[in-house]
């Protein structure tokens, strides 16, 4: 079995992640390990073992062979426009990223910002219904990607 090692493109965020058969399982056993009630972390949580996991251990322990951020920051591909004070697109954002990881804290932050995709019956500044409608909004952000950016 080959060993293309643990790869994460959004660091200790489990957004965008690569790992063969014994890679995953050397990560699993370390997180299970390292789980205890005295663990100084915030709270047990995937995202915050692998941050843990990371900081503690080399790369070489944990066959980590791609530990980099590839994923949009802020999750929402929008920015606004400046003269327009029209919210749109972010396309050379979009482009870097190679993909969009919309968190309950990121959702959050782009209804406050007024940047969260506009969605069909939801009051704006509503950030549980935002939260719970996010796949509805990633449709709607994967559509506007498709046909504002690939002119």
């Not at 979009?94 to 969009?100: D, E, G, T, W």
């Not at 950030?127 to 409608?133: I, K, L, N, Y």
């Amino acid at each position: 079995m080959s060993m293309d090692g643990f790869k994460s493109w959004s660091v200790h965020v489990p957004t965008l992640i690569h790992a063969d058969k014994l890679s995953w399982e050397r990560m699993i056993d370390y997180m299970i390990k390292v789980i205890s009630p005295d663990l100084a972390i915030e709270k047990i949580t995937d995202m915050l073992v692998l941050e843990y996991l990371y900081n503690k251990f080399s790369e070489e322990e944990l066959n980590i062979k791609t530990w980099e951020v590839m994923t949009f920051e802020g999750a929402y591909v929008y920015k606004r426009n400046e003269e327009s004070n029209k919210v749109e697109i972010d396309c050379d954002g979009a482009n870097f990223a190679l993909a969009s990881h919309l968190s309950h804290h990121d959702t959050r932050e782009a209804i406050i910002h007024g940047i969260f995709p506009k969605l069909e019956g939801m009051k704006e500044g509503d950030v549980q219904a935002g939260t719970e409608r996010r796949a509805e909004a990633a449709t709607i952000m994967m559509k506007d990607y498709r046909t504002k950016c690939f002119n």
